[in-house]
Structure formats: structure tokens, C-alpha cells
């Protein structure tokens, strides 16, 4: 059985490792008296999106790991035999990992883990922020426990469930002709751009979202929205929602407080985008392939 502990929000690994540990292991790193729970994931956490009508195909990412430790690509993952699991812990508050064992970033560990262990290690990390943010009821302020018949938090003096919490939100590959729109926030690394993305308000369709966010932040206003593929996205608890559209009518200009710019891009000329484990960069790549460009051209960006 493969364990995934987390020191906070960060999952804590053997250094250099590219798999989880064992629970034997974990257990051996003496986190406390850890409450271990399972984490079970039915596919690939990297975006494995099926051709559709439109002619999109699947995104491969890059494996970060080969067998030798070295960079490797690897096909597009198939969907994961439903049920790989894990067992996952909170590690006591203070605790401080051992020699030779890390806490590492959560987008860190995208690089450094392959399948099925990256699917399993990024569903833990979203149930183990959801248990440690849903200790009190939300309705009477008692403290929660694990239910017996659910996977959620129950409330024993009123009853109340809290399931797991799932924030949608719609990410937006926009084109006009052979251009694609895309977004510099302040959160990127410098000079680096991706597409549109905002979360699903109350009373919204997909669609109406992607017609509002997309008007919101640039100030244009898009046509033919069409599915394009999921991801889950645990930073926190994002389940993103990809399409694409076209180009209906304005100018585009930066309108929203969090995007320092926003412009149309020649799929030869893009600017560093995100990297390849993600929904943003498969809806790029797509764009790129139906305009000549080998995604391989395409510059990455590098966090700080």
C-alpha cells in the first residue's frame, strides 16, 4: 500500500524520489499520531482529452522520471483501472522531516512523480485540505467526524454532512483566425502568458461563464463555445473545465485587476506558457498543432 503524508499543504517524499512511499515507510518517519485515511483515484491526473469532432486530440505530458532518473516523454495516459489507492495522513503540527526525506510543493511533485502515483498523491492532497478546513460544523460549530457511510464529515450533534469541496471553473482557449488570446496575470513568471480562466458563479452555466469571464478580463466577447476536456486541479480544490471559441467582437484590453496584460499571439510567436502537466498548456498545444507549430518549439515557463 502506497502512503501520501502532508506536512501542511506540501506532500513529503524521499529525496529525488519519483514514487510515493510505502506505508511502512511513511509511518517510519515518526509524523505523530497520524489519522490515516484512503485516498482512491480512478485516472491519470494528467489531462487525458479524447479527439472530438473539432479535431482536438489527446495532450501527452512530459514524464519527469524515466527508469534511468532522466527526462523522458511519455504517451497520453490511459484512463487508471478504477480504484488506486493509497493511504494519506496530516502529519502533526511542528513535525520536521527526517534526513533524507523532504515536504515539497504540490506543483513540484507534478514534475517529480508518473502514474499512477501523481493521480493518487494530487486526489490526497484535495481530501486532506477538505479534513483539515471541515473540523467544525459549518451549521453548529461542533466538532466533525469521518462518516461511516459517506465520504464526508458528519456532524454527530446535528447531523450535518460536509462533503468534499469541488470549486469549478472554466479555462478558455480563444482564437481569432490563426491568433490566440491569452492572459499575463501577476501570479505568472515574468513575461509569461496562458489562456483565460475564472471560477463558475452560482446560477451559471459553463457557457455563461466562459461568455463572462472571458468579456470580463479582455473585453471580448466569444462565439461557438465547445467542450474541449477536464482536469481535476487540486490548488486548492479546482476542477477545471476547458473549451474553446471563437472570436465575436471587441478589442482586447486588459479589464480585470489580476491580469497585467492581455493580447493576441501568432502560434510561431507565443511567449513562455504553462508547462505541460496542465489543461492550460494542452488547450495551447491544440491551437499550436492546427497551426503548424510542433508544441516542442513552444517556450515553458519556469516558476520562480
Known amino acids: 500500500m502506497k502512503a501520501c503524508l502532508f506536512a501542511g499543504d506540501r506532500l513529503v517524499l524521499t529525496d529525488g524520489a519519483c514514487a510515493l512511499p510505502d506505508l511502512a515507510e511513511a509511518r517510519g518517519w515518526g509524523a505523530g499520531e497520524a489519522e490515516w485515511f484512503p485516498a482512491t483515484a480512478s485516472r491519470p491526473a494528467a489531462t487525458d482529452i479524447a479527439p472530438t469532432a473539432a479535431g482536438r486530440g489527446a495532450h501527452a505530458p512530459e514524464a519527469p522520471c524515466s527508469r534511468a532518473g532522466t527526462a523522458a516523454a511519455i504517451p497520453a495516459p490511459a484512463p487508471t483501472t478504477p480504484g488506486v489507492s493509497a493511504l494519506a495522513a496530516q502529519a502533526a503540527p511542528g513535525w520536521t522531516p527526517p534526513e533524507g526525506?523532504?515536504?515539497?510543493?504540490?506543483?513540484?511533485?507534478?514534475?517529480?512523480?508518473?502514474?499512477?502515483?501523481?493521480?493518487?498523491?494530487?486526489?490526497?492532497?484535495?481530501?486532506?485540505?477538505?479534513?483539515?478546513?471541515?473540523?467544525?460544523?459549518?451549521?453548529?460549530?461542533?466538532?466533525?467526524?469521518?462518516?461511516?457511510?459517506?465520504?464526508?464529515?458528519?456532524?454527530?450533534?446535528?447531523?450535518?454532512?460536509?462533503?468534499?469541496?469541488?470549486?469549478?471553473?472554466?479555462?478558455?482557449?480563444?482564437?481569432?483566425?490563426?491568433?490566440?488570446?491569452?492572459?499575463?496575470?501577476?501570479?505568472?513568471?515574468?513575461?509569461?502568458?496562458?489562456?483565460?480562466?475564472?471560477?463558475?458563479?452560482?446560477?451559471?452555466?459553463?457557457?455563461?461563464?466562459?461568455?463572462?469571464?472571458?468579456?470580463?478580463?479582455?473585453?471580448?466577447?466569444?462565439?461557438?463555445?465547445?467542450?474541449?476536456?477536464?482536469?481535476?486541479?487540486?490548488?486548492?480544490?479546482?476542477?477545471?473545465?476547458?473549451?474553446?471559441?471563437?472570436?465575436?467582437?471587441?478589442?482586447?484590453?486588459?479589464?480585470?485587476?489580476e491580469l497585467e496584460d492581455v493580447g493576441w499571439f501568432a502560434a510561431d510567436a507565443l511567449p513562455p506558457v504553462p508547462p505541460a502537466y496542465s489543461i492550460a498548456r494542452a488547450l495551447i498545444d491544440d491551437f499550436a498543432r492546427r497551426n503548424g507549430v510542433d508544441p516542442a518549439r513552444i517556450p515553458t515557463w519556469k516558476r520562480r
Open 101 to 257: 526525506v523532504a515536504a515539497i510543493g504540490l506543483r513540484r511533485a507534478l514534475v517529480l512523480l508518473q502514474e499512477p502515483d501523481l493521480t493518487v498523491a494530487l486526489t490526497a492532497a484535495h481530501l486532506a485540505r477538505w479534513r483539515r478546513t471541515s473540523r467544525f460544523c459549518g451549521v453548529c460549530g461542533a466538532a466533525t467526524e469521518p462518516s461511516p457511510r459517506h465520504q464526508a464529515m458528519a456532524c454527530p450533534a446535528c447531523g450535518h454532512l460536509s462533503f468534499p469541496k469541488v470549486s469549478p471553473a472554466v479555462i478558455v482557449q480563444v482564437t481569432r483566425g490563426s491568433r490566440i488570446l491569452l492572459g499575463r496575470s501577476r501570479r505568472h513568471p515574468h513575461g509569461a502568458f496562458s489562456v483565460l480562466a475564472g471560477f463558475v458563479d452560482p446560477g451559471e452555466s459553463l457557457e455563461d461563464t466562459v461568455r463572462r469571464e472571458v468579456e470580463e478580463e479582455s473585453g471580448i466577447r466569444v462565439r461557438r463555445i465547445r467542450y474541449f476536456g477536464s482536469q481535476p486541479w487540486p490548488f486548492p480544490d479546482s476542477l477545471m473545465v476547458g473549451f474553446a471559441a471563437v472570436y465575436g467582437s471587441g478589442t482586447a484590453v486588459s479589464r480585470d485587476d
